[in-house]
């Protein structure tokens, strides 16, 4: 059978051209184009990110999904992505109706698995699949007699043993093409530490055990890889792709000791016996007690950066999350990762339903004593439809037309506090004005900049050139080059880095 598999628009409802780096492709769509082969069927995809030329996204991605379906002539086409990835779902779905009304379309990703017959009545696909994939896609594949006959929601299936899955595809979608002419747009976290980056990103474990209020994925059990099979696949996709920074995707890397220890050795080994020459980043659970040595060998087997899942500083709402950390473990984690020379990130995440003003001043009284030189983000909080906050807000009177909380989700930043709207409105502003200045960071003139002479598409929209900035970190003293998009050299301007040898966050002024 035919498959076209067409991975979500990044920031479709927001932007266009938003430039994707391979290192925010959603992961899922490669994991079933190498299911779907492995079962034998033809596999092809449409990436729509990173095209230009067209008035908006909409015209764009009619014009490029009409003309793959006639290339192509698919025999099912498969859709998914995150609540937030809505509107693209809806005008993908209303294109290829119009194009073909008979080729059955499967949609899948956390925006079903959340909220499953709601998003199936509004969207209405001819099939819809809850939680993991790689199974129901391949089935409905080899059984096309009931794809013709039926529509269905498939509900949550079998759990998957992940070590026996094929390494995700990712060929379909233009691998080379993203790491080669978009590694630049991916994020300063994931780049800093290379002048020319190339990230690559891969999945050592699915699912969570925890039960956040405010998160989406513990809709299923952790399932770890074996760190075998995970070595496997770091040798078979560097020698494809040669990437210099590798990105763990999964959120609870290395709560486990052991295992922490059993992949950096497996990763040393390979950068002996293979000549791997990459940097890499995870993020945990502050709940993984990593003691000095672990993180030493992680920084000796070429960790630059790890984040905690933090999300409040007050123990109010830490309980209001059911988030089972204390802030004495972040603020041991900070203190070993500087003594290790790992760059630490979190996010503080505001207006829990527990906030308060005197809750938010806590966050931000530890975010300025013990955050300035760490990668401690500051964000709101967004109820999304699977969470325990979102039913909350729906007891209390909102998103109840759920059709139009789709068509608006993202545009504004409800209050779900008891804190006055005004206060809150402004209170946002400040966290929004804190994580765009960057004024509490340590900053260090530019040294040296040099423009870097590249024919980059993106560069076309966004402006600017790209510039080699030399600078000295203010904190250890060394001098390290980075790449960055300029819009104007002859005016002052600043970028917000970290040091590439202690990994602490740094301001370059020019």
Known sequence: MRILLIPPTFRYAVEYPAFLSLSDFPTGFAY???????????????????????????????????????????????????????????????VIRKIDSKIPIVLGGQIVTNDAEDVFKILQPDFAI??????????????PEIMKNTTALIGTPEPIDIDSLPFPDYEPFGVKDMMDNYSMATRLLYRYSRVNPRPFGIVTARGCPFACTFCIDHHRGYKERSIDRIMEEIKVTYEKYHYNILIILDELFAVNKERMKAFCEGILKGKKEYAWDFD????????????????KLAKEAGCFFFSYGLESASPIVLESMRKKLKVSQVIEA??????????????LIFGDIAETADTFAESISFWLEHCKSTFVFLSNLMPYPGSTVFEVCRQKGMFRDKKEYYEKI???????????DRTFGGLMSLIQFLEKSWLFTKTTPILKCEEVKEDALLLTYQGGNYYRVTAKCPYCGEETIYKERVIDVKQPFWLGTGCTKCNRKIKVEG
């Open 130 to 143: 809850k939680g993991e994939a790689e199974k129901e896609i391949v089935y409905l594949a080899n059984q």
């Open 334 to 347: 900070i203190k070993l990762a500087e003594e290790a020379k790992l760059g630490f990130g979190a996010n």
């Open 32 to 94: 079933l184009a190498s299911s779907l082969k492995q079962a034998g069927h033809e596999v092809f995809g449409l990436n729509p990110n990173n095209i230009v030329g067209y008035v908006n996204a909409k015209a764009m991605i009619t014009d490029v999904i009409t003309k793959k379906i006639k290339e192509v002539q698919p025999e099912l086409i498969g859709l998914g992505g995150l609540c937030t990835d809505y509107a693209f779902l809806k005008d993908a779905i209303e």
């Open 410 to 420: 993202d545009q504004s930043h409800p209050n779900m506090t008891i804190i006055p």
């Open 280 to 295: 890499w980043t995870f993020q945990t659970h502050a709940s993984a007690r990593f003691d000095i040595e672990s993180l």
